[in-house]
């Protein structure tokens, strides 16, 4: 049976490239059928990705067969995977983020979780001498997931090995990271098509704090006017999101990219309370920024409290 290669819902690049660049790996490299799924519409970003670098975009699947060959990367989270994963055989796990539990093999596995800001940056890793077959466009995927990831090196999640891998990766295409970051982030800004619910979910993971429930959601843009400029309607379609997600709270961040800092939209007492205790700050309107918050993974959400 053909391996699925899949990320987590609510596909960003690295949940879109990855998948790609290890479908790649298996069949290339390791002459084993492969192929990358989606578990959602990819965000505009990663569509600029596949588009540039000229992929196909992966079918989209809700769910997974009774004993599915896969294999799960940029996440190792069982509320960010098919509602049947556990009854799927996990071949093998790549990832960056902490270790939530939950997820069932049926035998030994792979698993490779490491510290470092981009699941790609992993993958090259783990091909060894193989990755400098990696044509153009694999390439491509995996340079565009680690610039994504840590926002052009802006991050605090980026590593020097991540920059080395992606300077390195530039090089061999030719391109300068400054102006193809630029590319990147303006189609990552183009949110313009977008409802609020969907503007909300593009960029979201779920977690608990002291037994209240959030989706923590992330836009990262160089355009935050453009998302700000619709924070009334964006507030009011929390209600919705919060009902039909089962969640307590919205908490939405607009992540300026190019000031360096994040914007929190306040609609009501619990966020008051959440942003002041969390990020120390003095909270007077439906708006408060946050100088340096740039990363959910290791500044938001280790930060949260309520």
């Known amino acids: 049976m053909t391996i699925q290669v899949f990320g987590h819902k609510s596909p960003d690049t690295d949940s879109t490239g990855s998948p790609i660049i290890w479908s790649w790996y298996l069949n290339e490299v390791q002459g084993e059928a492969a192929t990358p799924v989606l578990l959602g519409e990819p965000n505009t970003e990663a569509a600029f990705m596949l588009t540039r670098w000229g992929f196909e975009k992966p079918a989209i699947i809700a769910d997974v067969a009774a004993d599915a060959p896969v294999v799960i990367v940029d996440t190792n989270n069982p509320a960010e995977l098919p509602a049947s994963i556990n009854s799927a055989d996990i071949l093998a796990i790549i990832d960056h983020h902490k270790l939530v539990g939950g997820l069932e093999t049926k035998g030994p596995i792979d698993i490779t979780v490491r510290p470092l800001a981009c699941t790609a940056t992993i993958m090259i890793d783990l091909m060894g001498e193989a990755a400098a077959r990696m044509p153009e466009d694999i390439k491509g995927a ?3 997931c680690i610039l994504s990831d840590t926002l052009e090196f802006r991050s605090p999640t980026t590593t020097p090995h991540d920059r080395a891998v ?11 990271i ?14 313009s098509a977008f409802s609020d619910a969907e503007l909300i979910r593009m960029d979201s ?3 608990e704090v002291d037994g209240t429930s959030f989706r923590v959601s992330v836009l990262e843009t160089t355009a935050p006017e453009i998302p700000l400029g619709r924070k009334d309607s964006l507030m009011e379609s929390f209600k919705a999101v919060e009902a ?3 969640v307590d709270q919205v908490l939405l961040f607009v992540v300026d990219i190019l000031k360096e800092e994040a914007t929190l939209l306040v609609p009501n007492d619990l ?3 959440v942003a002041e205790k969390s990020f120390g700050v003095p909270v007077t309107g439906d708006l408060v920024v946050l100088p340096g918050i740039m ?12």
């Open 271 to 273: 966020v008051k309370t």
């Open 142 to 144: 995996a340079l565009t």
């Open 178 to 191: 400054p102006t193809y970051a630029a590319e990147m982030f303006a189609a990552k800004s183009d949110v």
């Open 295 to 306: 990363s959910r993974k290791k500044q938001i959400i280790p930060n949260l409290k309520v």
């Open 166 to 176: 992606a300077e390195k990766l530039a090089a061999e295409l030719g391109l300068d």
């Open 244 to 246: 039909e997600d089962g």
């Open 205 to 207: 993971k779920e977690y």
